[in-house]
T-cell receptor
Framework: QKEVEQNSGPLSVPEGAIASLNCTYS??????FFWYRQYSGKSPELIMS????GDKEDGRFTAQLNKASQYVSLLIRDSQPSDSATYLC??????????FGDGTTLTVKP | DAGITQSPRHKVTETGTPVTLRCHQT?????MYWYRQDPGHGLRLIHY???????DKGEVSDGYSVSRSKTEDFLLTLESATSSQTSVYFC??????????????FGPGTRLTVT
């Protein structure tokens, strides 16, 4: 079992819709969770971090964390073509290192 | 932009040759990381450093060595490059501070091809 698993893509949504990206992790002691966006040919860019159970909102992005279910998600409201990218989930495990999922590729169609 | 540069940005080398990639940061961050990224895969940690001369292995460290003689520079060396090391290599720093602990910021990457 992978330490961090993301729903397999690609994910395609129409412009203006809500995109939902999901991530599960295996280390129950994990404390810190991150979402990165990576455009093709570019480096990952941090867009959200979340440390406590519940929702955290930043503009059109909402991160949701449920430690009991070992689940973290990213919602993108009013999706735009510029949101088309690969989204990487990262979890800081008890060992002190960040483990990344394989990523979910999102395409927003005009 | 976390003040991270990587050099070279692109390199083609032959199997069996040594290769050194450089990561340079300007903001005095203590923690630095080297990752590789292959098609269809996330980022996999090769080595990391938690201070000058303090380094440790990641999950895919075989065939790689690192050095950090100055805070600002973290070098990744492939002693004898193999085709399986063809990849994109990213350097990252870890932000410090209570609210941003463990957030990582990445350099632009180095695309390495081993022929």
């Amino acid at each position: 079992q992978k330490e961090v698993e993301q729903n397999s893509g690609p994910l395609s949504v129409p412009e203006g819709a809500i995109a939902s990206l999901n991530c599960t992790y295996s280390d129950r002691g994990s404390q810190s969770f991150f979402w990165y966006r990576q455009y093709s040919g570019k480096s990952p860019e941090l867009i959200m971090s979340i440390y406590s159970n519940g929702d955290k909102e930043d503009g059109r992005f909402t991160a949701q964390l449920n430690k009991a279910s070992q689940y973290v998600s990213l919602l993108i409201r009013d999706s735009q073509p510029s949101d088309s990218a690969t989204y990487l989930c990262a979890v800081k495990t008890n060992a002190g290192k960040s483990t990344f999922g394989d990523g979910t590729t999102l395409t927003v169609k005009p | 932009d976390a003040g991270i540069t990587q050099s070279p940005r692109h390199k083609v080398t032959e199997t069996g040759t040594p290769v050194t990639l450089r990561c340079h940061q300007t903001e005095n961050h203590r923690y630095m990381y080297w990752y590789r990224q292959d098609p269809g895969h996330g980022l996999r940690l090769i080595h990391y450093s938690y201070g000058v001369k303090d380094t440790d292995k990641g999950e895919v460290s075989d065939g790689y060595s690192v050095s950090r003689s100055k805070t600002e520079d973290f070098l990744l060396t492939l002693e004898s490059a193999t085709s399986s090391q063809t990849s994109v290599y990213f350097c990252a720093i870890r932000a410090t501070g209570t609210s941003s602990t463990y957030e990582q910021y990445f350099g632009p990457g180095t695309r390495l091809t081993v022929t």
